[in-house]
Structure formats: structure tokens, C-alpha cells
């Protein structure tokens, strides 16, 4: 399984950005795919997850901001960034599992992910 991040940049604050994730390797009608994004020397976060059924999940800091989706067809999944903040700025990886985990609060679990993107870095100024 490979799954390769772009989108990624500079931006100020209260722009947008999309960023993408071309996942590859795989075949499989049962999945669930996430967004989740770290700071140097801070636990990653699950952002948002996107299931096989188009469930979805979002950490409540970017709730009404953020918009999770998957183009199946592609095998692309995008995460759209509006309204961006300067506490957005992180290096975004997307992630994979062959399992549906649902959420009734809240972002992804990173343990629920056992494939990962190397990343992409968001920076938002002001």
C-alpha cells in the first residue's frame, strides 16, 4: 500500500488550501481513510476519516472548515482547508486501514491506521 501526499504550502491566514493523497496497492470495498497532522513535539492529531460507506469524522477544531472526501473512482482522497488558522500549520499525513472505524465524536484514532504518508507541511502566516 502506498499513499503519496501533495497540496501542501504557504498560505495566510484565512486562505485555503486543497491538499491530496493518491493511494495505490490495494483493492478493497471496505476501508477507511484519514487525515491527521503533527507538530514538532506534539502527538499527531487525527484531522478527519473518511469511511467506505461516506461516513465521516472531524476533529472539532476544524469542524465547518475542513471538508474530508474521496474520489473512489481515482483512489484520490482530498482534505479542502478553508478559513485556514495559524494553529493549522502542521505536517499532514493521510493514512489507511481496511476496516471501518466509526467515530461518534471527534477525529480518527491513529491507532485505528496502519498505512502512512510521509507528509505533506502546511504553513499558515498572518
Known amino acids: 500500500v502506498q499513499l503519496m501526499e501533495s497540496g501542501g504550502g504557504s498560505v495566510q491566514s484565512g486562505g485555503s488550501l486543497r491538499l491530496s493523497c493518491a493511494a495505490s496497492?490495494?483493492?478493497?470495498?471496505?476501508?477507511?481513510l484519514g487525515w491527521f497532522r503533527q507538530v514538532p513535539g506534539k502527538p499527531r492529531e487525527g484531522v478527519a476519516s473518511?469511511?467506505?460507506?461516506?461516513?465521516?469524522s472531524y476533529a472539532d477544531s476544524v469542524k465547518g472548515r475542513f471538508t474530508i472526501a474521496h474520489d473512489n473512482d481515482k483512489n484520490l482522497l482530498y482534505l479542502q482547508m478553508n478559513s485556514l488558522k495559524l494553529e493549522d500549520t502542521a505536517m499532514y499525513y493521510c493514512?489507511?486501514?481496511?476496516?471501518?472505524?466509526?467515530?461518534?465524536?471527534?477525529?480518527?484514532?491513529?491507532?485505528?491506521?496502519?498505512?502512512w504518508g510521509q507528509g505533506t507541511q502546511v504553513t499558515v502566516s498572518s
Open positions: 473518511i469511511n467506505s460507506d461516506g461516513d465521516t
Open positions: 496497492g490495494y483493492k478493497t470495498p471496505v476501508y477507511c
Open positions: 493514512a489507511a486501514d481496511f476496516r471501518v472505524h466509526r467515530k461518534r465524536d471527534g477525529g480518527p484514532g491513529e491507532s485505528d491506521f496502519s498505512y
